[in-house]
T-cell receptor
Framework: AQSVAQPEDQVNVAEGNPLTVKCTYS??????LFWYVQYPNRGLQFLLK??????LVKGSYGFEAEFNKSQTSFHLKKPSALVSDSALYFC??????????????FGTGTQLKVEL | DSGVTQTPKHLITATGQRVTLRCSPR?????VYWYQQSLDQGLQFLIQ???????AKGNILERFSAQQFPDLHSELNLSSLELGDSALYFC???????????FGPGTRLTVL
């Protein structure tokens, strides 16, 4: 069965510093990986995805993620954090299901706090 | 704005009652997914519909059911509600299995 682990409940970083939010996954077959962000009382917003191709994926709001097959990781990164980046971040892996369906399996989320 | 709409935003009801949550997918998306977000369970997949047909089931209770109508909007029906059903319920839509899912703003259900 597929799973996603986000080992840090919270990440604190100073504004202007680089940030990393960690994610490791377990899935049979080719992984389809996603990052979403959730602001308070809002839905999940899609940030970026890895399907195939370059291991470095660029997404919205200056975020990028690095896919590492040997380490089964898909860490989210940003070169320079902003206070407005403070939110809850979810890593997810797509899992195909019998009958042609599919679902996203999410990690537990990492609260990012960017301070001045 | 993801283009996915959900109504109502908030719902407060009593144990034993039945409620219906509504979702309209993005224009052109044939797949609709329902997820439940709670503090103890996190984000859990409930069910997927594709062009009116049930395509996949996840951790959906027998008290819960869903359907997708010819105009592609979907409804999630929750019955015999219990306190533990209090959660955020998200609908998402997508154009294919390989692409990202776009989430609506959610319906916050409170069961008293």
């Amino acid at each position: 069965a597929q799973s996603v682990a986000q080992p840090e409940d919270q990440v604190n970083v100073a504004e202007g510093n680089p940030l990393t939010v960690k994610c490791t996954y377990s899935v049979s077959g080719n992984p389809y990986l996603f990052w979403y962000v959730q602001y308070p009382n809002r839905g999940l917003q899609f940030l970026l995805k890895y399907i195939t191709g370059d291991n470095l994926v660029k997404g919205s709001y200056g975020f990028e993620a690095e896919f590492n097959k040997s380490q089964t990781s898909f860490h989210l990164k940003k070169p320079s954090a902003l206070v407005s980046d403070s939110a809850l971040y979810f890593c997810a892996v797509r899992a195909p299901l019998t009958g042609g369906g599919n679902k996203l399996t999410f990690g537990t989320g990492t609260q990012l706090k960017v301070e001045l | 704005d993801s283009g996915v709409t959900q109504t109502p935003k908030h719902l407060i009801t009593a144990t034993g009652q039945r409620v219906t949550l509504r979702c309209s997918p993005r224009s052109g998306d044939l797949s609709v997914y329902w997820y439940q977000q709670s503090l103890d369970q996190g984000l859990q997949f409930l069910i997927q519909y594709y062009n009116g047909e049930e395509r996949a089931k996840g951790n959906i209770l027998e008290r819960f059911s869903a359907q997708q109508f010819p105009d592609l909007h979907s409804e999630l029906n929750l019955s015999s509600l219990e306190l533990g059903d209090s959660a955020l319920y998200f609908c998402a839509s997508g154009e294919s299995s390989y692409n990202e899912q776009f989430f609506g703003p959610g319906t916050r259900l409170t069961v008293l």
